[in-house]
């Protein structure tokens, strides 16, 4: 029998030695994806900024293979950043909510949204996202790059998925029903077959 590389156990080590971030830097949707695309063999150990040469370093030692210079294609190795809002400037979009890929960020409309910044990865993703440029970079403590809070990341992240994917089944079904409503309505008060049941109707009637 065949394993999926993705679902083994090497995949969730490739994932342990990645960041956590979820910023999409390495061309997949959150560091998870983008370890089971390395277990699969197609895609490379370089692609992941935040990580570095070091992370690059451990993934080469794990998988028996040659250190990479990091792809600059998907970005350059810097120093890890926290996002933080300029609360008197924020407009309450909520665009950067809709974007945080760990929950990172709380508000409501049209209120002041505030950054959690214990569970910041520092992806980035929130900067592009705010129309009126209230989001700034600051720099991430030592003690927050460390595995714990990279465990932490993944459990947000994880939660966060499972809660999106739950309510897109949920709107898949609510619109599923509606047009079966609609499409029983259409049919229970179609036009010709009403004019025919009345035509039916009068033609049955005696007359008096």
């Known amino acids: 029998m065949n394993i999926d590389p993705s679902s083994s ?5 490739i994932d342990a030695i990645l960041p956590q971030t979820q ?3 390495c061309g997949y949707h959150g560091c998870r994806p983008y370890a089971e695309a390395i277990a699969r063999g197609v895609a490379p150990i370089n692609q992941c900024p935040p990580g570095g040469s070091a ?14 210079p990091l792809n600059h294609d998907h970005g350059v190795e810097k120093p890890r950043t ?17 974007v945080c890929p760990v929950d990172a960020i709380v508000g409501a409309s049209k ?6 910044a214990d569970d910041c990865t520092g992806c980035e993703l929130c900067v592009p996202a705010c129309p009126v440029d209230c989001i700034v970079l600051l720099p991430m403590p030592a003690a927050q790059i460390d595995t714990p809070h990279a465990d932490a990341a993944r459990e947000h ?3 966060r998925e499972a809660r999106l994917e739950h309510q897109r089944l949920q709107r898949d079904a609510e619109l599923a029903a509606h047009k079966a409503a609609v499409a029983e309505n259409a049919v229970q008060r179609n036009p010709v077959l009403e004019a025919l049941a009345r035509a039916k109707a009068k033609q049955q009637t005696p007359k008096s």
Do not use: S, W, Y
């Open 111 to 116: 209120l002041m949204h505030t950054v959690i």
């Open 82 to 98: 926290l996002a933080h809002i300029v609360e008197a400037d924020c407009i309450g979009c909520t665009k950067c909510i809709q």
């Open 23 to 25: 910023c999409e830097q």
């Open 55 to 68: 992370g690059i370093e451990k993934l080469a030692a794990l998988l028996n293979r040659p250190v990479l």
């Open 157 to 159: 992240f994880n939660r």
């Open 9 to 13: 156990p090497l995949a969730g080590r």
